[in-house]
T-cell receptor, first 110, second 113 residues
């Protein structure tokens, strides 16, 4: 079955620095979604990527979908304390079911 | 509040007891999903509905778990004969069909003693 892996599991970042988290699927995805979960909260949708090679930006966040539609990345520039949380990628299969990765937990040091 | 709601928010039960959770999705959404999340992991798919039809149930889900969505609106998830390994956060989400973002509820945290 479909497996979605994320690295790194943890990311400690100094405020103001950039970082990237990566997502890889064992199968080709129809689309990939990214969610953010704050400590004690529930996952909140950030973005969806559908096309091969697609790049989307949301302020300081840049999302990329690989050419083969099997991998994705999230790059955050000039990290702020509000970026704290766990970022999940989730691959959608052809039936609309999401397979979540284990997430990257981001800790920001002021 | 027009978001996804779940009840109860917390449930503590003894091993062997049955528990039932409720999820009220966003009213316009015809898809409803149940996930389980344990510490340090992403949400794990359990089952989902389109309107009242249950489309898929995870093969990882034992027959102690059952879900219903009788009128295509709210849904219930029942766990029979709970075990300590069932302790987790149970999340519900809703969406329009295929390829749309899922809106998650606050979850029900289950603790089995």
């Amino acid at each position: 079955g479909q497996q979605v892996m994320q690295i790194p599991q943890y990311q400690h970042v100094q405020e103001g620095e950039d970082f990237t988290t990566y997502c890889n699927s064992s199968t080709t995805l129809s689309n990939i979604q990214w969610y953010k979960q704050r400590p004690g909260g529930h996952p909140v949708f950030l973005i969806q990527l559908v096309k091969s090679g697609e790049v989307k930006k949301q302020k300081r966040l840049t999302f990329q979908f690989g050419e083969a539609k099997k991998n994705s990345s999230l790059h955050i520039t000039a990290t702020q304390t509000t970026d704290v949380g766990t970022y999940f990628c989730a691959g959608e299969d052809s039936w609309g079911k999401l397979q979540f990765g284990a997430g990257t937990q981001v800790v920001v040091t002021p | 509040d027009t978001g996804v709601s779940q009840d109860p928010r917390h449930k503590i039960t003894k091993r062997g007891q049955n528990v039932t959770f409720r999820c009220d999705p966003i009213s316009e959404h015809n898809r409803l999903y149940w996930y389980r999340q344990t510490l340090g992991q992403g949400p794990e798919f359990l089952t989902y509905f389109q309107n009242e039809a249950q489309l898929e149930k995870s093969r990882l889900l034992s027959d102690r778990f059952s879900a219903e969505r009788p009128k295509g609106s709210f849904s219930t998830l029942e766990i029979q004969r709970t075990e300590q390994g069932d302790s987790a956060m149970y999340l519900c989400a809703s969406s329009f069909p295929l390829g749309n973002e899922q809106f998650f509820g606050p979850g029900t945290r289950l603790t089995v003693l």
